[in-house]
């Protein structure tokens, strides 16, 4: 079996692999760019809506990085209950979280971590 390049060649790779601040970075050959990090907040209660109180949090994402909105996946992590994120605003370059649960106000403030994960085009 004799292989010529093209049957070498690599479909995609990664060219570009960096850290900024909380974000890890990698653009691929292809015009993907992808970043994850996490981000650690912590929530008062700003409003309530029926039972569940609220906060939304503001979170940077990695400058320069993206050439239009990315998607956007989030997981949270706190010790005392279960939160959900929503994502309220979205550009190139921020988020704006909507962060709820049923037991924020009876602990005053909580420590939350939001685990993000954006995908999107660079070029």
Same mark, same amino acid.
């Given at each position: ?53 609220? *906060?939304? /949090?503001? /979170?940077?994402?990695?400058?320069? =990085? =993206? ?15 279960? =939160? ?13 979280? =909507? ?9 005053? *403030?909580? *420590? /939350? ?11």
């Amino acid at each position: 079996l004799k292989l010529g390049t093209s049957e070498l060649a690599m479909a995609d790779y990664i060219c570009e692999d960096t850290i900024s601040g909380a974000w890890r970075c990698r653009k691929w050959n292809s015009g993907v760019a992808e970043a994850y990090g996490s981000v650690s907040v912590t929530v008062y209660p700003e409003g309530v809506y029926g039972s569940l109180y609220y *906060e939304a /949090v503001d /979170v940077a994402l990695p400058s320069n =990085f =993206f050439a239009a909105s990315p998607y956007i996946q989030i997981q949270t992590l706190c010790a005392y209950g279960l =939160f959900a994120a929503h994502l309220r605003t979205l550009s190139k370059s921020a988020i704006n979280v =909507f962060i709820s649960n049923a037991n924020i106000d009876s602990r005053g *403030e909580l *420590e /939350v971590t939001l685990f993000i994960y954006a995908f999107g085009r660079w070029k």
